[in-house]
Structures are given as structure tokens and as C-alpha cells.
């Protein structure tokens, strides 16, 4: 009986979060006057989105493509610059770490257009590979704050007993303190993921091809129907396409993500 108000505080919370994609898929679903679905429940919704255009098919692999690459940028950046800001000393250290920090202060929107005008300099407006390259430099800030305080959890005679076997800095980070950092790496991942997976403003600036645009940007200009009519039946179930991989990949990862978490609050 003591915890019964934890309970109900926790779980209207849960029913408040929960209602909005509950809502989505409800309505995804059901008849509604001016989308597909008109008699009966069905997936009708869901027909009209795989059709859209080039096809929910396309804008979910472009969606895999941009993601995929910017996690891995996101990852191989974070782990090297972490592991440098940890363990390496050299002038201006922390005065670096801090400017990298500052980033963070600075709103993204304000510098799109002059990565829109860099991208197309060399060649990468309008392709999927400069929109992960952005989307990576708007994660590394965080990735890398995430990176240094996890491998300063991981005690340092790991390493040393590692360079006394006869391994170098390289193969040390590698075999050893690769693993022991890991649950830092999927949260660094799984951010970089959500953020890349649901983020809209960057492709609206940088992607003109409409083959090339991710499920967000394509699930927003269906919106735009002819006559100002806006098919809610097939936006809502593009908001539940857009939401299940999310949450599928929170569920399978949700422990190393608090543990990644915990590990930097526990040095803290």
C-alpha cells in the first residue's frame, strides 16, 4: 500500500505518453470519411501510404540508409574523440572539450543554410550521404560528452595491464575497453538513431528529390493534398510506421541505454 501512490503516478504517466501513439494507431484504422478507410476497420490507410509517390518502401530505405550512416559516423567519431578527451593529456584539453560543448547552445536551424551552401560546393546537396554528414555534426557534442564519461568509468589499470601484455593504444581500445564501454556506445547509437530516424527540418532543407526524402518528410508532404484536403487516415498511419521501429529498438535496448546512462552518473 505505501508504493500504490508511485503506481498511479507512474502509470498515468505511462497512459500519458502512450495515449498520442494509441490515438494514431486507433485512428489508422478505423472508417473515416475522405481516406480509404471508409466502411469498416481495415488497413486501407496503409495501402494509400505504400502507394504514395515513390512508395513507403523507398522513403523507409532511404530512412535505414541516412540513419544506418549516421549512427556510424556518429559512433566512430564519439568513440576516438571520447577515448582522446579521457585518456590522452595535451595543451588546451578542456578548454576544447568545453568548445565542443558550446555547440549544444547553438540553435541547428540557424546553421543549415550555410551547410546547405558548404553541401553543394562539394557536391553533397541533395544526397543522402551529406544529409547523415549533418545530422552527424549536429550528434557528435553529446555523443562525445557520453563517450569521455563512460571510458572515465572504466578504471585505468584495465588499460595498463593491457599495455604491460604487450598491447598498444589501438589494440587496447579495441579488445578491452571497447566492451567495457558498450552500453555508453548504444546510448551514443541509440540517440543518434532516434534523431536521425524522426528528424524533419534537416532533409526539408537539404533534400529536393523527392525520391530521396526520408518517411518524416514524405509522411508530411502527403499532408499537402490538392484543395487544402489532408488525408488523416494515411498521416496517422505514417505516424505509426515512423513510431514501431523506435519503440522496438527502446525495448531491445532499453537496459544498455540506462546502463550507458547510470555509468557517467555514477562517476559524476
Given at each position: 500500500?505505501?508504493?500504490m501512490p508511485?503506481?498511479?503516478?507512474?502509470g498515468?504517466?505511462?497512459l500519458?505518453f502512450?495515449?498520442?501513439l494509441l490515438?494514431?494507431?486507433f485512428?489508422?484504422?478505423?472508417?473515416?470519411?475522405?481516406?480509404?478507410?471508409?466502411?469498416?476497420?481495415?488497413?486501407a490507410?496503409?495501402?494509400?501510404?505504400?502507394?504514395?509517390?515513390a512508395?513507403?518502401?523507398?522513403?523507409?530505405?532511404n530512412?535505414?540508409?541516412?540513419?544506418?550512416l549516421t549512427?556510424l559516423?556518429t559512433?566512430?567519431?564519439?568513440l576516438?574523440?571520447?577515448?582522446?578527451?579521457?585518456?590522452?593529456?595535451?595543451p588546451?584539453?578542456?578548454?576544447?572539450?568545453?568548445?565542443?560543448l558550446?555547440?549544444?547552445?547553438?540553435?541547428y536551424?540557424?546553421?543549415?543554410?550555410?551547410l546547405?551552401?558548404?553541401?553543394?560546393?562539394?557536391?553533397l546537396?541533395?544526397?543522402?550521404?551529406?544529409l547523415?554528414?549533418?545530422?552527424?555534426?549536429?550528434?557528435?557534442p553529446?555523443?562525445?560528452?557520453?563517450?569521455?564519461i563512460s571510458?572515465?568509468?572504466?578504471?585505468?589499470?584495465?588499460e595498463?595491464?593491457?599495455l604491460v601484455?604487450g598491447c598498444?593504444?589501438?589494440r587496447?581500445?579495441l579488445?578491452?575497453?571497447l566492451?567495457?564501454?558498450?552500453?555508453g556506445?548504444?546510448?551514443v547509437?541509440l540517440?543518434?538513431?532516434?534523431?536521425?530516424?524522426?528528424?524533419?527540418?534537416?532533409p526539408?532543407?537539404?533534400?529536393?528529390d523527392a525520391?530521396k526524402?526520408?518517411?518524416p518528410?514524405a509522411?508530411?508532404?502527403?499532408?499537402?493534398q490538392v484543395?487544402?484536403?489532408?488525408?488523416?487516415?494515411?498521416?496517422e498511419?505514417?505516424?505509426v510506421?515512423?513510431?514501431?521501429?523506435c519503440?522496438l529498438?527502446f525495448?531491445?535496448?532499453q537496459?544498455?541505454?540506462?546502463?550507458?546512462?547510470?555509468?557517467g552518473?555514477l562517476?559524476g
Open positions: 500500500m505505501r508504493r508511485y503506481y498511479v503516478f507512474t498515468s504517466l505511462a500519458l502512450l495515449f498520442p490515438w494514431a494507431g485512428a489508422s484504422v478505423s472508417p473515416q470519411g475522405g481516406t480509404a478507410q471508409t466502411d469498416g476497420w481495415g488497413f490507410n496503409y495501402g494509400t501510404l505504400a502507394d504514395y509517390q512508395g513507403i518502401w523507398q522513403y523507409l530505405l530512412s535505414v540508409i541516412v540513419s544506418g549512427v559516423f559512433l566512430s567519431v564519439s576516438l574523440g571520447g577515448y582522446a578527451f579521457a585518456r590522452f593529456r595535451f588546451g584539453k578542456n578548454a576544447l572539450f568545453l568548445l565542443t558550446a555547440i549544444l547552445m547553438v540553435p536551424a540557424t546553421l543549415l543554410i550555410p546547405y551552401v558548404l553541401l553543394n560546393r562539394i557536391g546537396q541533395n544526397s543522402l550521404l551529406g547523415a554528414l549533418v545530422l552527424t555534426m549536429f550528434q557528435l553529446f555523443a562525445t560528452f557520453m563517450m569521455r571510458f572515465e568509468a572504466v578504471p585505468i589499470e584495465l595498463e595491464a593491457a601484455d598498444g593504444s589501438v587496447a581500445l579488445r578491452v575497453l566492451p567495457a564501454v558498450r552500453p556506445l548504444i546510448t547509437g540517440f543518434a538513431f532516434l534523431a536521425a530516424w524522426n528528424d524533419f527540418i534537416t526539408l532543407v537539404l533534400i529536393s525520391d526524402a526520408p518517411l518528410l509522411v508530411a508532404n502527403l499532408r499537402q484543395m487544402g484536403i489532408i488525408d488523416y487516415g494515411a498521416t498511419a505514417g505516424v510506421v515512423l513510431a514501431l521501429p519503440i529498438l525495448l531491445a535496448l537496459r544498455q541505454y540506462i546502463r550507458g546512462f547510470m555509468s552518473a562517476k
